[in-house]
């Protein structure tokens, strides 16, 4: 499972960090090796595009969308010359219009614990327009844009971390479809998304993310596309797809100082990455360290096969990459007369290739599903305390699998139990979080419903380890006071020991409200 830095990457939170993001719906993560990749269960290249409505990529509507001919069937002349003659679609026609659409969304969020502050005023444009060439081939772009003038009005942050959250502007998913027969093929900046448990990301093992507020946000505002090119075969309950990304986009996780930064200098002296007897006078820098080289070494690759039999959903993957969170490589600078007069450690973010095999499998028993997802990973890095280890990483395989069942009732009442779990094949010891044992295990429990006003939707998630009582409680309650319109009212409470997954934001707990037009 993907990290967000040494102290989390170990943790549990290799398993649940995957418990991404609440959105409006369902959604509650996203991936693992956080543990829970943040993902949109599981959608098609030709499922609605991010934001707006639909808050980004679902699942898809029928067995017919998932397993259909691919959108269209090829012209008998197919032809060459063109992109349209290459895959054997028809010259284009004509415009068939373009439609525009998007949301601009206010947060408010204020932390009521340790050092109390307003931690974000922040306002998100963001705009798709989409259209088609003729009856094949299709287009979709999008932007967003936002400005947070907290950091303007407060100097709480430090510099850095004003540059970094001030204001900022993006390319989303920007992509044109390409249709030839039973294959689709989709070229551009796009979500891909391989988990299939409700709200936990656990096999979106493609997706980077935006972790600048950890796993709070909604998954719309937390997935990052990647560029790359897509091809995928629809077959009679069969679906096959391939990735290539040759141009990586890594997890954003902020900078020193913010409030979700994996850890400062004074977090790190005094957790257990530094030994005691080395901490007096300890100097410790964290540096950005530098993006990994586009090139086709560094590029990801990945295959899925999906199949549908007698109801059972069932799938297989293989994909490696750099891993889209960076790990954190130490470095030990002894004292030395006139140039460092106390001893200083280094830590720079790097980006290790990772293998990762697994599957993922849904029944739906009536009113109940079962979901389930299985990863092996391969040298993965991990943070340990050895001073002896030159770069304070090793790499270890891992086993990770989670099991979900979804129940919906009446007054759209769902309520989400799954219980998930971390197998590390060659344990080492001296990993750097308290308390991590072979095997770490952990649940998360969830529960919407509409039942006291058909427009005012309440949901909570809890998600806690079972090893050590490191625990992330969220509430928030849904208003759609109009059409179009909604607003948010929350609160997220972190507790546990100052080195878990979720005890080290103990002091960030925060309330916060959301005011969103869709349009």
Known sequence: MSTVGPISRPLFGAIVMAVVALPSGVSMAQSVDDLFYPADDGASPAATPEGGGSGGAGPPDS????FGDGGGEAPADGGGGSVEGLFGVAPAQ?????RVSGFFQNEMGYVFSGDEHWQKFRNTLQLHARGRFDSGIKWHASARLFYDPIFDWTNFYPEGVRDDRRLEG???ETYVDIPAGKWDFRLGRQHIVWGEMVGLFFADVVSAKDMREFVLPDFDLLRIPQWAVRAEYFGDNFHGEMVWIPIMTYDDIGEPGDDYFPFDGDTVVGSSL???QLRPGLQVDVDAGERPADSLDNS??????????????TSAFYYTALDSVPAFERRILLPQPGVRPNLRVDFERVHRRVHQLGGTLA???????????????LDRPFSV?????DDGLVRLDTIDYAVGLDFNFPHQTNFNAQFFQRYYTDFDDDIAVPETKRTDSGFSLFLQTDYFHRDVTPEVILISSLNRDDWLLQAKVTWGFQQNWRLVGGVDVFDGPENGLFGRFADTDRVYTELRYTF
Do not use: H, M, Q, S
């Open 63 to 66: 067995i017919e969308d998932l």
């Open 94 to 98: 004509r415009d068939a219009g373009v």
């Open 170 to 172: 993006t390319i989303r």
């Open 274 to 276: 530094i030994p005691p």
């Open 300 to 313: 990801g690759f990945g295959l899925r096969f999906n199949w549908l039999k007698n109801g059972w959903d």
């Open 363 to 377: 029944k739906d028993f009536g009113n109940v599903v079962l979901k389930g997802e299985f990863i092996y990973g």
């Open 385 to 389: 305390t050895r001073v002896a280890d």
